[in-house]
């Protein structure tokens, strides 16, 4: 399938994907009992868009060009003309699951952070096409040569929602400390330790003025690190919200009515039903065109498709084996980008070594077939329990994942984290589908009779992330392994991961990295998210990485901790896709998200138009 089809009119049918049979019987549509918004009124005409408003000079101070992948700011964006028409209209968008609204940054969890960055909130930098950080509540920042500071400049010509008044620094600093101390952003522990709120005493921040503050560390921070929690529209994304409010309402209160920076403000919401926003006027970087947007949950691929065929939906998560039917809609549009999202398996359990505490994890057991009772990676006993993760790879069959349920829109990949850095990684990482090898190799290891695993996927609004999921299911089954697919919101799942807890294997969805070291910081003691792996050479070796400044470094430090995973097969990959955003004939399909690092959803709504 051409994939020069991506980010054009996608209007003559594709014929539909024969799907696994094993597929097919475990996904048979039914009717749903989700609720779907009503029927849209028809959108006015849209107007001839507005010209672009002259952009300011970027600061120049900032000396970042000589280092490679150092941040580079750009001009200010400044607001759209006052003469454009009012925002008009609903824009009706059907998401997977939304979860319980919250807003402030101590009580809300992915998946909800994707979705709370997509409309209200926003980051200090935004992701461009090329994986590099753009100016958005950050104006500039400075780093000084060795990398131990950073000086950071905030727009002065922002407004909080519900008349809170201006955003300053002050709000800046409490925002961010919020996303430490409630230690549920997966980046929670690294931010905090970054801006010295973990009380380590490795940082200190300062505030300058409203509208600047500089950061001190006593060890180098790469650049690609600071801009994974500092983002906007992304699972591990930061907001600004409003101290004031916070101060007044209480954390709770404040967190479901939020104040914070974004082109839609919240206005209404039920758990498990609907997030509705209405469009800030006048807004710093864009008014929307829209006049409201909703996010309607809504579980099941078959009840978004139908209210995207009724009309009720204009757009929304859409199943790669959706698209013929998408694209028989009358006037309906698919907009596509490639690296939207890489699927991945996470293997739990492998908890060698210490905490960071220094106790021991209380979750390890190495009864388990995968995990080593022996943390020696020359011993026996790790020999064979490598042995079994390697055959439950090979047992996978990658290219008919891609083929089938991907509807060709993706590639394989066998080791996480490398999307967008293909073209450096290592050419051996390939698992051939071999099921017969796969067989011997678990007779070899002593489990000829196989062995239990609970498999769980992790639900968090991707292509067929719960379809692959049962695949692979599938796949094990066919050598002799019992799974056990646990179906649960990954809201429900994801405190047992982060505090190391879960036996069991998961299928997880991740964006792009902006660089490969960042997503194996999920395999560090430090982490506040896990993968479920730990071992000490990974921690040695990854936080080595870390500390590097000098590109080269990074590289090779990233390239000799994936060949490890790699020959440990302690991780894996499943497939890169592309990320498909369908449009209805009310909404124009062509718009700017407004951050490229996470692909899987669509963001930017407040450029969407009128048709």
């Not at 952009?55 to 001009?75: F, I, M, Q």
């Not at 600004?240 to 007044?248: A, D, F, P, R």
């Not at 864009?286 to 209210?307: C, H, M």
Request: hydrophobic content about 35%; overall charge negative.
């Amino acid at each position: 399938m051409s994939k020069s089809r991506l980010g054009l009119r996608m209007s003559r049918n594709i014929p539909r994907a024969i799907v696994l049979l094993f597929v097919v019987l475990l996904f048979a549509c039914g009717s749903s009992a989700t609720s779907e918004p009503a029927p849209a009124a028809k959108a006015p005409a849209a107007k001839a868009p507005a010209a672009k408003a002259k952009e300011k000079a970027a600061p120049s101070a900032v000396k970042a060009t000589a280092v490679p992948g150092r941040p580079t700011p750009l001009p200010k964006v400044t607001a759209s003309p006052a003469g454009r028409a009012k925002p008009s209209g609903t824009l009706n968008h059907g998401v997977a699951e939304t979860g319980v609204f919250q807003g402030h940054p101590t009580e809300v969890s992915s998946p909800r952070i994707q979705y709370m960055s997509s409309s209200v909130g926003e980051g200090l930098v935004t992701i461009g096409r090329d994986l590099g950080p753009n100016p958005m509540i950050a104006t500039s920042w400075e780093i000084s040569d060795d990398f131990l500071e950073w000086t950071w400049t905030i727009r002065d010509d922002v407004e909080f929602h519900k008349g809170y008044g201006h955003m300053t620094t002050e709000d800046v600093i409490y925002s961010l400390k919020g996303f430490y101390e409630g230690a549920k952003l997966a980046r929670a522990g690294i931010l905090g330790n970054y801006y010295g709120f973990d009380d380590k005493g490795d940082s200190t921040t300062t505030v300058i003025d409203d509208y600047s503050y500089v950061v001190t560390n006593s060890k180098p921070w790469v650049p690609a690190t600071v801009n994974e929690f500092s983002r906007n529209a992304a699972g591990v994304s930061v907001w600004i919200v409003s101290k004031k409010q916070s101060q007044e309402l209480g954390a709770g209160k404040a967190s479901v009515d939020i104040a914070s920076t974004g082109p839609w403000e919240v206005v209404d919401h039920e758990s498990g039903s609907y997030w509705k926003f209405k469009a800030v006027e006048g807004h710093w970087r864009q008014t929307p065109y829209f006049d409201e947007l909703i996010y309607w949950s809504i579980p099941e691929e078959s009840a978004r498709v139908a209210g995207f065929q009724t009309g009720n939906l204009d757009m929304f998560t859409m199943a790669f084996d959706s698209l013929p039917t998408v694209e028989a809609v009358e006037g309906a549009v698919v907009t596509g980008w490639p690296n939207g999202g890489q699927a991945g398996l996470n293997f739990y359990g492998q908890y060698y070594g210490k905490m960071k505490d220094g106790s021991d994890y209380p979750a390890y057991d190495c009864t388990q077939a995968w995990v080593s009772c022996d943390m020696d990676i020359e011993s026996d006993e790790w020999a064979k329990a490598v042995q079994v993760r390697k055959a439950m790879n090979i047992a996978i069959d990658r290219q008919t994942l891609v083929d089938e349920l991907l509807s060709g829109f993706g590639r394989v990949q066998s080791v996480r984290d490398w999307m967008g850095h293909d073209h450096r990684q290592n050419p051996d990482w390939n698992y051939e589908y071999n099921p017969e090898l796969a067989k011997q190799m678990l007779v070899d290891a002593g489990y000829g009779d196989g062995f239990e695993i609970t498999l769980t996927p992790a639900i968090r609004g991707a292509p067929a992330e719960v379809e692959s999921c049962h695949a692979v299911a599938n796949y094990w089954e066919q050598i002799g392994i019992s799974v056990k697919v646990q179906n649960l919101p990954y809201a429900t799942i994801r405190p047992e991961l982060i505090t190391r807890q879960y036996n069991g294997i998961t299928c997880l969805t991740v964006s792009s990295r902006l660089s490969p070291i960042i997503g194996a910081s999920n395999y560090t003691t430090d982490s506040t998210y896990s993968y479920g792996t730990h071992h000490p050479w990974l921690d040695e070796h990854i936080w080595d990485t870390q500390k590097q400044v000098e590109q080269s470094a990074i590289e090779a430090g990233e390239l000799e901790v994936y060949n490890f995973i790699w020959e440990n097969s302690m991780a894996a990959s499943l497939y890169v896709h592309d990320g498909l955003w369908p449009a209805g004939p009310r909404v124009d399909p062509v718009w700017e998200p407004t951050d490229f690092s996470d692909m899987k959803a669509p963001s930017g709504f407040e450029y969407v138009k009128h048709r």
